[in-house]
């Protein structure tokens, strides 16, 4: 039957005949055609028909003959055929069925109301049935069809899923995340290489003790007693790297060298974050971590400082990487933990972040037994630590310039200010990565993905404090000491802890597939600007030395005396024409008068100058001014010296010049 008006012809009833037209009687797209409003005379006796056509198949049972050639039941000859839209029930088109017409007509407002667009006339007109094709839904019983499942709308919206992407680790995700990360490295170095000085006088101290120290090895150089006893790191490791190099490359190369050491450090804070979170919690820790203000000095200073925390970097590289592997192989990280505390006495301060760290990533794998292993970590440290001290004699410098350092007369509220002024900001930001952290563990974007069960909000909880009150370390120990010295150095240490955590705010704050980037951009291009602005200002605190070295050159001599505020750098690029032993510093001096009673502090200069004992003295105003404005006066009273030059210099807080006097006979 046809969606035209034409003369209707009865055919004998067919059950299969589906099997030759299949998708004939069901409308696949779920329309249903709209009811026409009555019927042409010539089929007003169309209902009677099939109601006899009804009955007779109804009373006589199925015969083997009725069977198609697949010998399928009768039931199946009426499924939907396979397709896309299979799950769907059979459609019945109620127009077509003069005996179920009453039972439409009493239930129109239901099917309208189950489906709007049952009154909407489908495009292109009615489907057409082949002519002499019956109706397959006639013969059905009445309460059959009544229970009949109501028809489908004609578009169906698909379900959505709940990611269209998976995120678990594959070849491309790495290397991409590793082409980000060698772009934030070179805008480390970049911001590192661009700044430019003299020599500051730890560097000079550092440099000319290794120098002093290669002599002694290679031609037998008398060497200067008591480095040892006042440098904060063991004086055969660092001093000695750096002067050979500095020896090949000159200042520059030992710089380099820090800096090789700080890019280093930022990659392992890459890998071992990536590995306790994801990659994007690592490359938003390496890039907050390499714009801060120590990272960039400390990336072109000469200092203990950068080889130190690359070592501390690289231990818990090894420990967050060996957390799968048998206990023993943690071990692996103590000989490393030991050097980083050798480089530099204060990395001590450290080790316990680390020893509850092997504990921690260890807890999936093992359980409670992850305190073995952070106790197999501990003891072979301790083990390393106590054979270090007892064959070497580094422990009077770790009482000097650790343990029983001299305090300072900077107040708590100033190294409070000046501690969130150079490392804040990224403590802020993993404060709340960590109450981020326990709030939600899951940091998978994709709710598909592998790993979907984050750890329990004990071990978060755990984890974001152990990391982010490392941070806390160095500021507490040097507000204890009252002093400021070294701290912008130090906080370098706490922030490569705290750093992962730092990561994990701000993926928090963009969001899942970077709902909020603007946020994430905000806090880096804020750390970016204190990070560049407060590098600059703190590499010219220190005036360039280069005039006053050739100024000061031709008075040099073979033995004789000179004092200096800052002497480690005349001592640094004239090592050819003077020796650290030939010069005293104003930070401290004992002098013996011509009788051999001993003196110190202001007396002992103004004794010292008052003989001539001093060759030549270089004033700078910047170290210890007020003993300078002292040694002045004492200078021009004595009338033993002439003013033979000043030379001027530029320097973050303004301008000055050095003061360099003579010995007038």
Same mark, same amino acid.
């Given at each position: 039957?046809?969606?035209?008006?034409?003369?209707?012809?009865?055919?004998?009833?067919?059950?299969?005949?589906?099997?030759?037209?299949?998708?004939?009687?069901?409308?696949?797209?779920?329309?249903?055609?709209?009811?026409?409003?009555?019927?042409?005379?010539?089929?007003?006796?169309?209902?009677?028909?099939?109601?006899?056509?009804?009955?007779?198949?109804?009373?006589?049972?199925?015969?083997?003959?009725?069977?198609?050639?697949?010998?399928?039941?009768?039931?199946?000859?009426?499924?939907?055929?396979?397709?896309?839209?299979? &799950?769907?029930?059979?459609?019945?088109?109620?127009?077509?069925?003069?005996?179920?017409?009453?039972?439409?007509?009493?239930?129109?407002?239901?099917? $309208?109301?189950?489906?709007?667009?049952?009154?909407?006339?489908?495009?292109?007109?009615?489907?057409?049935?082949?002519?002499?094709?019956?109706?397959?839904?006639?013969?059905?019983?009445?309460?059959?069809?009544?229970?009949?499942?109501?028809?489908?709308?004609?578009?169906?919206?698909?379900? $959505?899923?709940?990611?269209?992407?998976?995120?678990?680790?594959?070849?491309?995700?790495?290397?991409?995340?590793? +082409?980000?990360?060698?772009?934030?490295?070179?805008?480390?170095?970049?911001?590192?290489?661009?700044?430019?000085? $003299?020599?500051?006088?730890?560097?000079?101290?550092?440099?000319?003790?290794?120098?002093?120290?290669?002599?002694?090895?290679?031609?037998?150089?008398?060497?200067?007693?008591?480095?040892?006893?006042?440098?904060?790191?063991?004086?055969?490791?660092?001093?000695?790297?750096?002067?050979?190099?500095?020896?090949?490359?000159?200042?520059?190369?030992?710089?380099?060298?820090?800096?090789?050491?700080?890019?280093?450090?930022?990659?392992?804070?890459?890998?071992?974050?990536?590995?306790?979170?994801?990659?994007?919690?690592?490359?938003?820790?390496?890039?907050?971590?390499?714009?801060?203000?120590?990272?960039?000095?400390?990336?072109?200073?000469? $200092?203990?400082?950068?080889?130190?925390?690359?070592?501390?970097?690289?231990?818990?590289?090894?420990?967050?990487?060996?957390?799968?592997?048998?206990?023993?192989?943690?071990?692996?990280?103590?000989?490393?933990?030991?050097?980083?505390?050798?480089?530099?006495?204060?990395?001590?301060?450290?080790?316990?972040?680390?020893?509850?760290?092997?504990?921690?990533?260890?807890?999936?794998?093992?359980?409670?037994?992850?305190?073995?292993?952070?106790?197999?970590?501990?003891?072979?440290?301790?083990?390393?630590?106590?054979?270090?001290?007892?064959?070497?004699?580094?422990?009077?410098?770790?009482?000097?310039?650790?343990?029983?350092?001299?305090? +300072?007369?900077?107040?708590?509220?100033?190294?409070?200010?000046?501690?969130?002024?150079?490392?804040?900001?990224?403590?802020?930001?993993?404060?709340?990565?960590?109450?981020?952290?326990?709030?939600?563990?899951?940091?998978?974007?994709?709710?598909?993905?592998?790993?979907?069960?984050?750890?329990?909000?004990?071990?978060?909880?755990?984890? +974001?404090?152990?990391?982010?009150?490392?941070?806390?370390?160095?500021?507490?120990?040097?507000?204890?000491?009252?002093?400021?010295?070294?701290?912008?150095?130090?906080?370098?240490?706490?922030?490569?802890?705290?750093?992962?955590?730092?990561?994990?705010?701000?993926?928090?704050?963009?969001?899942?597939?970077?709902?909020?980037?603007?946020?994430?951009?905000?806090?880096?291009?804020?750390?970016?600007?204190?990070?560049?602005?407060?590098?600059?200002?703190?590499? +010219?605190?220190?005036?360039?030395?280069?005039?006053?070295?050739?100024?000061?050159?031709?008075?040099?001599?073979?033995?004789?005396?000179?004092?200096?505020?800052?002497?480690?750098?005349?001592?640094?690029?004239?090592?050819?024409?003077?020796?650290?032993?030939?010069?005293?510093?104003?930070?401290?001096?004992?002098?013996?008068?011509?009788?051999?009673?001993? &003196?110190?502090?202001?007396?002992?200069?103004?004794?010292?100058?008052?003989?001539?004992?001093?060759?030549?003295?270089?004033?700078?105003?910047?170290?210890?001014?007020?003993?300078?404005?002292?040694?002045?006066?004492?200078?021009?009273?004595?009338?033993?010296?002439?003013?033979?030059?000043?030379?001027?210099?530029?320097?973050?807080?303004?301008?000055?010049?050095?003061?360099?006097?003579?010995?007038?006979?």
């Amino acid at each position: 039957m046809t969606s035209r008006h034409e003369h209707y012809t009865p055919q004998p009833y067919d059950p299969y005949a589906e099997d030759e037209q299949t998708g004939v009687w069901f409308n696949s797209d779920g329309y249903i055609p709209q009811q026409p409003q009555s019927r042409p005379p010539h089929e007003q006796d169309y209902g009677q028909r099939y109601e006899q056509a009804y009955q007779d198949t109804e009373q006589q049972p199925y015969e083997p003959a009725y069977q198609d050639t697949q010998h399928q039941p009768y039931e199946q000859s009426y499924q939907r055929p396979p397709g896309p839209d299979a &799950h769907q029930q059979p459609y019945l088109d109620p127009t077509q069925q003069p005996y179920v017409q009453a039972y439409h007509q009493q239930d129109t407002a239901h099917v $309208t109301q189950l489906h709007p667009y049952q009154q909407q006339p489908h495009e292109g007109g009615v489907p057409e049935q082949p002519d002499g094709h019956d109706d397959p839904g006639a013969h059905l019983p009445q309460a059959a069809i009544a229970q009949e499942e109501p028809p489908q709308a004609a578009y169906h919206v698909p379900e $959505t899923p709940e990611a269209g992407w998976d995120d678990k680790p594959s070849r491309r995700r790495d290397w991409v995340s590793r +082409g980000i990360l060698l772009v934030v490295l070179a805008i480390q170095a970049v911001l590192s290489l661009r700044l430019s000085n $003299t020599a500051f006088q730890d560097e000079a101290l550092y440099l000319s003790a290794g120098h002093n120290i290669i002599d002694h090895w290679t031609n037998g150089t008398p060497l200067n007693n008591g480095y040892e006893k006042y440098f904060s790191g063991a004086p055969t490791l660092y001093p000695v790297a750096a002067a050979f190099v500095d020896g090949l490359l000159g200042l520059t190369g030992a710089r380099l060298l820090s800096l090789a050491c700080m890019l280093g450090s930022t990659a392992l804070l890459y890998s071992f974050t990536r590995r306790l979170f994801n990659e994007r919690v690592a490359l938003a820790a390496a890039a907050l971590f390499a714009v801060t203000q120590p990272s960039i000095v400390l990336g072109f200073f000469a $200092t203990y400082d950068a080889p130190a925390i690359f070592l501390l970097a690289l231990s818990a590289w090894i420990i967050v990487r060996t957390g799968r592997a048998p206990v023993v192989a943690v071990l692996l990280a103590a000989p490393v933990m030991v050097l980083a505390v050798a480089v530099k006495y204060a990395s001590a301060l450290y080790l316990p972040t680390l020893v509850v760290l092997a504990a921690l990533t260890a807890w999936h794998h093992r359980g409670w037994a992850c305190v073995v292993r952070a106790f197999v970590l501990g003891l072979g440290t301790a083990a390393l630590v106590g054979v270090g001290l007892l064959y070497t004699d580094v422990l009077a410098g770790v009482r000097q310039t650790t343990t029983n350092r001299q305090h +300072g007369t900077d107040s708590t509220w100033s190294l409070i200010e000046k501690s969130a002024e150079w490392g804040g900001l990224m403590f802020a930001t993993a404060v709340a990565g960590s109450i981020a952290y326990v709030l939600r563990g899951r940091m998978n974007e994709s709710p598909r993905s592998y790993g979907l069960m984050g750890p329990g909000w004990r071990w978060r909880a755990v984890l +974001g404090l152990v990391l982010t009150c490392t941070a806390l370390l160095a500021p507490a120990y040097q507000i204890r000491l009252h002093t400021a010295v070294s701290l912008y150095k130090h906080l370098d240490f706490g922030l490569l802890f705290a750093a992962p955590m730092a990561g994990v705010g701000v993926i928090r704050l963009v969001g899942k597939h970077f709902r909020y980037p603007q946020l994430g951009i905000l806090i880096w291009v804020s750390a970016l600007c204190l990070g560049v602005s407060q590098s600059e200002w703190r590499f +010219g605190l220190w005036p360039d030395s280069s005039l006053m070295a050739r100024a000061i050159e031709p008075y040099m001599k073979p033995n004789g005396h000179y004092l200096g505020a800052t002497y480690e750098v005349p001592t640094y690029y004239l090592r050819d024409k003077t020796s650290h032993s030939q010069w005293s510093s104003t930070y401290g001096f004992g002098y013996s008068d011509k009788k051999g009673r001993p &003196h110190e502090g202001r007396e002992a200069y103004s004794l010292a100058i008052k003989d001539g004992y001093f060759d030549l003295i270089l004033l700078d105003g910047i170290a210890t001014p007020d003993l300078e404005k002292f040694l002045a006066r004492e200078i021009t009273d004595s009338g033993n010296y002439r003013l033979i030059g000043r030379v001027p210099y530029q320097v973050s807080g303004g301008t000055g010049f050095y003061q360099i006097w003579a010995k007038s006979s």
